[in-house]
């Protein structure tokens, strides 16, 4: 077992051992990963301390709040953060009778960005609950026995004993954790998709690339991909951003930032639609899994105000208001390079075909297809995610495609490329190998047509929407007319066409509808162009049917069948 394993190992049995009885297991997250944060900064501060306090007290009665803390994080040897209370962990411990009202001492001893992560790991409930049943002691004594300095457990270390934590955590809650944990294995194909055809991009030296996440949860994508790019190339800087609502999940991404030594300001709390924290921002790599059929109603008005911008995110439309989904997608490419950026999103199926010709929904997917920015789909295996088993699917868009690429779009049908787990958590009952993430990866790297793959180009996903009217009649049964003599439409007769966009509209009324009905005619005002992509259609194969005479005999045969068990049980 590795040593940050070993680490990993302890903490978890640390939090079963103290919190079980007093807290339900999907809160021992809650209670847990603060302290470990705590842990981590406790010994990161090691041997520097004492000077601290002493700069701090030297000064505290001299200068304005601000000032003061910028003296004091001058004084800290590089460090972001600092703790000018008396207390640490350890130190907590030599009072066991005071121990509520010296850890609450500790807590406010922060400087401010650390406090603001603490504030919103609402921690008060939790330390008044740990103190009334004896386990706030016990918590604080415990956790001194890892050792999380820097010299035992580097940066990179840490950040793999946070993500193991944080995974066995979200999967004991099951049901929520879905909305803000991403398992891993998914990731690692969505980065894989980004960079497969574009590592030579990141060899050679002075590398810089940045990553953004507008719902980046605890920030699991952002880490996994940039611990991919440095797999590439160990000396690439990779500056990683992420905005996220919930504020426990802020908490948990700003932390992992904290104690693992990237910069915490670059993880935002909001939401990206109406209080965008990167607006400007261009970024080169996007990866996010946005929450699944989430009303933007509350941000309604802001939205449909910045749709009628004809520079703004949504100029293409909006979706329904009972799902948010695409208006992710479209924050995500107002933030691309102009110089080319690859984005990863995960949806449901409803961003595929939900909308018919004209709607919010198809006007989005026409803006993304006619602008030739997207560029794969890849179907996933169902029963992935803890808090539900829907089909879910990876969305690869960019304004770089390879020049084989252009004008194209890729469909992978990766749904039967999983294994089955020993015991389920939540939803999850399945999750993706790294041999099928590797083949996934290859169908899509191949970029030629087969069992899973099928290529479009463009234009074969969308198609006209026409309207096609016929006469109305009188009582005797002749055609009523307009003034100009063109007839009346009847509108209890009026139907609709969806006519393939690689079809010519005219040539495919006269020779499928005209022979069918040789009075109607196409409304030329009524005219829309749609796009969907209908996966299963797609992918669909034919089973032929089984013969008259196979059926007969199987009913024959269950009725042979239960007859004789009949006579069983009338004879027992």
């Not at 807590?107 to 008060?124: E, P, Q, T």
């Not at 891993?184 to 060899?203: F, G, K, P, Q, T």
């Not at 990863?344 to 018919?356: E, K, R, W, Y």
């Not at 690869?396 to 490329?417: E, H, S």
Request: charged share 30%; aromatic share 10%.
């Amino acid at each position: 077992m590795t040593h940050f394993q070993d680490k990993a190992n302890f903490i978890w049995q640390v939090a079963d051992d103290i919190l079980r009885g007093t807290f339900k297991s999907h809160e021992y997250g809650d209670v847990t990963l603060p302290f470990v944060v705590l842990r981590r900064l406790d010994c990161v501060l090691n041997g520097q301390k004492d000077e601290l306090i002493s700069t701090y007290n030297s000064f505290k009665d001299a200068l304005e709040p601000d000032q003061l803390e910028e003296v004091v994080l001058n004084s800290t040897d590089g460090l972001n953060f600092y703790n000018v209370s008396d207390y640490d962990l350890e130190r907590l411990t030599e009072d066991a009778n005071n121990i509520k009202l010296n850890f609450n001492a500790y807590l406010n001893g922060f400087s401010k960005n650390v406090r603001d992560i603490l504030k919103h790991y609402r921690l008060g409930p939790i330390v008044e609950k740990l103190d009334a049943n004896d386990l706030l002691f016990l918590m604080c004594d415990k956790f001194t026995e890892v050792d999380l300095h820097p010299d035992m457990v580097s940066n990179h270390e840490m950040g793999y004993i946070f993500e193991e934590l944080l995974r066995r955590f979200s999967e004991m809650a099951n049901e929520t954790a879905g909305e803000h944990y991403t398992p891993r294995e998914i990731i690692r194909l969505m980065v894989n998709l980004l960079l497969a055809e574009h590592e030579d991009d990141l060899e050679g030296k002075g590398i810089v690339r940045s990553i953004y996440d507008p719902a980046c949860g605890t920030g699991g994508m952002l880490t996994i991909a940039k611990e991919h790019i440095q797999e590439v190339n160990p000396e690439a800087d990779v500056l990683m951003f992420g905005q996220e609502l919930n504020d426990q999940s802020y908490a948990i991404a700003k932390s992992d930032f904290l104690i693992t030594g990237e910069d915490p300001n670059n993880i935002k709390l909001g939401t990206s639609f109406s209080n965008d924290q990167f607006k400007g921002e261009r970024f080169d790599y996007m990866l996010s899994n946005p929450p699944f059929g989430v009303s933007w109603k509350k941000e309604k008005e802001f939205i449909r105000n910045e749709e009628g911008d004809p520079n703004g995110r949504f100029q293409a439309g909006t979706p329904r208001l009972s799902d948010g989904a695409l208006l992710f997608l479209q924050h995500m490419i107002s933030k691309m390079e102009s110089r080319g950026s690859r984005i990863a999103v995960i949806f449901n199926g409803s961003p595929l075909f939900t909308g018919d010709a004209g709607s919010g929904e198809s006007d989005i997917r026409k803006w993304i297809i006619e602008n030739d920015w997207l560029e794969a789909i890849v179907a996933l295996p169902e029963e992935l995610f803890y808090n539900t088993g829907i089909a879910t699917y990876i969305w690869i868009v960019t304004n770089r495609k390879p020049d084989d690429r252009k004008g194209k779009i890729q469909l992978v049908n990766g749904a039967d490329f999983y294994t089955k787990m020993q015991k389920s958590l939540g939803n999850k009952r399945n999750y993706i190998s790294d041999a099928q993430i590797e083949q996934i990866t290859n169908l899509y790297t191949a970029f030629e047509s087969g069992e899973h793959v099928k290529i479009f180009d463009n234009e074969e996903l969308g198609f006209h929407k026409v309207r096609v009217e016929r006469p109305e009649r009188n009582e005797e049964g002749e055609i009523e007319r307009k003034r100009n003599g063109d007839p009346r439409s009847d509108t209890s007769l009026r139907d609709y066409e969806r006519i393939p966009l690689t079809d010519d509209v005219q040539d495919y009324f006269e020779r499928e509808v005209k022979p069918h009905v040789p009075d109607a005619w196409i409304d030329d005002s009524y005219h829309r162009i749609g796009y969907e992509i209908n996966f299963t259609r797609h992918f669909y194969e034919y089973e032929e049917l089984r013969s008259v005479e196979e059926i007969k005999q199987d009913i024959l045969d269950l009725d042979a069948e239960t007859e004789g068990l009949l006579h069983e049980v009338l004879n027992a």
